[in-house]
């Protein structure tokens, strides 16, 4: 039931603290202090979070209804209402309006809630690290070229120059949301697209000769590890996911009678409306892969997690198990990343078994559109990368035995 006025008055302390429960997520918590505490319970991301919404008596219980509809609003587009308070608090904070910081914070706030969740709060952690000590404090009208250039110098001159590039990127959207809103001229960051050297381009570490593959291929079987970190390791070169979508994957993904895996679109690396609305990406099994996840499914099978975490089955494999056990083998990051098998595939399955490049660009994932520049259907192909998948798990079978090979040379793919 919901709390009435009379019951908020008359809610006595106790000897420990306890809670009333409103509706919806709400509660008030009466302290054994006699303090009276609205709060919102909610849940963002998957974590359960709370949410202080005032002090009775100076906030009514009609006020605090309000405050916990406008979380809850904000919750419906996305946006966790905790983090918005606290970006909202800090704007304020910044003294006038119109300073870098405040107009950035404000950037932040309205198009955040468009990025991935990771995406959105490293933008802002760059900011607060690496420009507002420094410019944030000024108007942004007045700012010039040559304010914004030893900023990104002083980002250069430790190393890191890709960051420096994508702080004047974060700068000249910035601007240009000033620009928009009538409180810049122009985006002078513009002007600083030639004062930077090139970033260099890293790919992730891959495999791509082919004897070579077939060293590392032994040497995951003979990996000493937990069964599920040599599983994992088993079947990442087989299915040309990225080691986060593979870690987290779910029982009730996969279809191993028909051998397919569908993974949900917000698993994917994509744009977050892509993520939400997007569609889910299939992943056809090979013969081996079934058998791997088979064997996987007698000891894991009852939990959520294909692969669970030690630490508890109600979460995945940690994000740095597989990265560790290739280090243990003698791996380092240079030489190969679990994240490397895309590459590896992407340029061998070319190159070694005349797969089209369009077949195995849609099974990484990556759009692939047709003549007219239409992006083609996920189900489309689907016969074709079957066939790709089974000839790919073949491949590294002849590898791993020492099949007689003839070196290549590869690239890369993300």
Same mark, same amino acid.
């Given at each position: 039931?919901?709390?009435?006025?009379?019951?908020?008055?008359?809610?006595?302390?106790?000897?420990?603290?306890?809670?009333?429960?409103?509706?919806?997520?709400?509660?008030?918590?009466?302290?054994?202090?006699?303090?009276?505490?609205?709060?919102?319970?909610?849940?963002?991301?998957?974590?359960?979070?709370?949410?202080?919404?005032?002090?009775?008596?100076?906030?009514?219980?009609?006020?605090?209804?309000?405050?916990?509809?406008?979380?809850?609003?904000?919750?419906?587009?996305?946006?966790?209402?905790?983090?918005? =308070?606290? +970006?909202?608090?800090? #704007?304020?904070?910044?003294?006038? %309006?119109?300073?870098? @910081?405040? !107009? &950035?914070?404000?950037?932040?706030?309205?198009?955040?809630?468009?990025?991935?969740?990771?995406?959105?709060?490293?933008?802002?952690?760059?900011?607060?690290?690496?420009?507002?000590?420094?410019?944030?404090?000024?108007?942004?009208?007045?700012?010039?070229?040559?304010?914004?250039?030893?900023?990104?110098?002083?980002?250069?001159?430790?190393?890191?120059?890709?960051?420096?590039?994508?702080?004047?990127?974060?700068?000249?959207?910035?601007?240009?949301?000033?620009?928009?809103?009538?409180?810049?001229?122009?985006?002078?960051?513009?002007?600083? =697209?030639? +004062?930077?050297?090139? #970033?260099?381009?890293?790919?992730? %570490?891959?495999?791509? @000769?082919? !004897? &070579?593959?077939?060293?590392?291929?032994?040497?995951?079987?003979?990996?000493?590890?937990?069964?599920?970190?040599?599983?994992?390791?088993?079947?990442?070169?087989?299915?040309?996911?990225?080691?986060?979508?593979?870690?987290?994957?779910?029982?009730?993904?996969?279809?191993?009678?028909?051998?397919?895996?569908?993974?949900?679109?917000?698993?994917?690396?994509?744009?977050?409306?892509?993520?939400?609305?997007?569609?889910?990406?299939?992943?056809?099994?090979?013969?081996?892969?079934?058998?791997?996840?088979?064997?996987?499914?007698?000891?894991?099978?009852?939990?959520?997690?294909?692969?669970?975490?030690?630490?508890? %089955?109600?979460?995945?494999?940690?994000?740095?198990?597989?990265?560790?056990?290739?280090?243990?083998?003698?791996?380092?990051?240079?030489?190969?990343?679990?994240?490397?098998?895309?590459?590896?595939?992407?340029?061998?399955?070319?190159?070694?078994?005349?797969?089209?490049?369009?077949?195995?660009?849609?099974?990484?994932?990556?759009?692939?559109?047709?003549?007219?520049?239409?992006?083609?259907?996920?189900?489309?192909?689907?016969?074709?990368?079957?066939?790709?998948?089974?000839?790919?798990?073949?491949?590294?079978?002849?590898?791993?035995?020492?099949?007689?090979?003839?070196?290549?040379?590869?690239?890369?793919?993300?």
């Amino acid at each position: 039931m919901s709390l009435t006025d009379l019951a908020v008055r008359n809610a006595a302390p106790r000897e420990k603290s306890y809670r009333l429960a409103d509706a919806a997520g709400m509660y008030l918590e009466i302290t054994a202090a006699g303090g009276k505490y609205w709060r919102l319970k909610y849940r963002y991301g998957g974590k359960e979070k709370r949410l202080a919404l005032g002090v009775y008596p100076e906030t009514a219980l009609k006020q605090a209804r309000e405050r916990r509809d406008a979380a809850r609003q904000l919750l419906s587009q996305g946006v966790d209402p905790g983090v918005a =308070r606290k +970006a909202e608090k800090q #704007a304020k904070r910044v003294s006038g %309006a119109n300073t870098l @910081e405040a !107009v &950035a914070r404000e950037w932040h706030l309205k198009f955040a809630p468009a990025l991935s969740d990771s995406h959105a709060t490293r933008n802002l952690r760059r900011l607060e690290k690496h420009v507002f000590p420094y410019i944030g404090s000024r108007p942004i009208a007045d700012l010039m070229p040559a304010d914004v250039l030893p900023v990104l110098q002083r980002i250069e001159k430790t190393g890191h120059i890709e960051t420096a590039h994508r702080v004047r990127v974060l700068i000249g959207q910035v601007m240009r949301y000033a620009v928009s809103t009538g409180r810049a001229a122009r985006d002078i960051a513009a002007d600083l =697209r030639d +004062a930077l050297p090139p #970033a260099p381009v890293k790919h992730h %570490a891959a495999v791509t @000769e082919p !004897v &070579a593959l077939g060293a590392l291929l032994r040497a995951i079987d003979g990996y000493n590890g937990t069964a599920t970190v040599t599983a994992a390791l088993r079947l990442a070169p087989l299915v040309f996911q990225r080691p986060g979508e593979l870690r987290q994957a779910e029982w009730t993904e996969f279809d191993l009678d028909a051998a397919l895996w569908t993974v949900p679109a917000a698993r994917m690396k994509r744009r977050k409306d892509k993520k939400e609305n997007g569609e889910t990406h299939l992943v056809p099994l090979s013969r081996q892969a079934v058998a791997i996840l088979r064997d996987l499914y007698l000891l894991t099978g009852r939990g959520r997690f294909v692969f669970p975490s030690l630490r508890g %089955a109600d979460r995945p494999m940690s994000d740095m198990a597989m990265s560790a056990a290739f280090k243990r083998m003698g791996f380092d990051s240079d030489t190969a990343l679990p994240h490397g098998w895309r590459a590896t595939a992407r340029t061998l399955a070319v190159e070694a078994l005349g797969v089209p490049a369009e077949v195995v660009e849609m099974q990484l994932a990556h759009e692939v559109r047709d003549s007219l520049g239409r992006a083609y259907n996920r189900t489309q192909w689907l016969v074709a990368r079957r066939d790709l998948m089974q000839k790919w798990a073949d491949y590294l079978d002849g590898l791993r035995a020492g099949a007689k090979v003839v070196p290549i040379n590869g690239g890369a793919a993300t």
